[in-house]
């Protein structure tokens, strides 16, 4: 059982950074694939980036390639969001997610764990 805690997010203006944070229980945080989702009102959640257990492979979603980076801290259970350049389109609720399998780490209905979300809101 891994449980997920995301404090942060926020509002930011156009153009401005933000760096979200999610920790994790438990002891066997190196053994899952995290991922960032993000659901913005009316719309499906969707997959931002996710991270191989190790921190040695990381994904994104073609909308945020080369704005957002992904990373984590295995020995602090903790995965990082570190957003720039942020749009007023990025605004939704984003939510890390804790995968036993990266084969397919762009489905959310492949992770088996998830945080409760936290708010980014980006103003134009």
């Known amino acids: 059982q891994v449980q997920l805690v995301e404090p942060g997010g926020g509002l930011v203006q156009a153009g401005g950074s933000l760096k979200l944070s999610c920790a994790a229980s438990?002891?066997?945080?190196?053994?899952?694939?995290m991922g960032w989702f993000r659901q913005a009102p009316g719309k499906e959640r969707e997959f931002v980036a996710a991270?191989?257990?190790?921190?040695?492979?990381?994904y994104y979603a073609d909308s945020v390639k080369g704005r957002f980076t992904i990373s984590r801290d295995n020995a602090k259970n903790t995965v990082y969001l570190q957003m720039t350049s942020l749009k007023p389109e990025d605004t939704a609720v984003y939510y890390c997610a804790a995968a036993s399998s990266g084969s397919y780490y762009y489905v959310k209905e492949e992770y088996d764990y998830w945080g409760q979300g936290t708010q980014v809101t980006v103003s134009s």
């Open positions: 438990g002891r066997t945080f190196s053994s899952y694939f």
């Open positions: 991270v191989s257990w190790t921190g040695g492979n990381t």
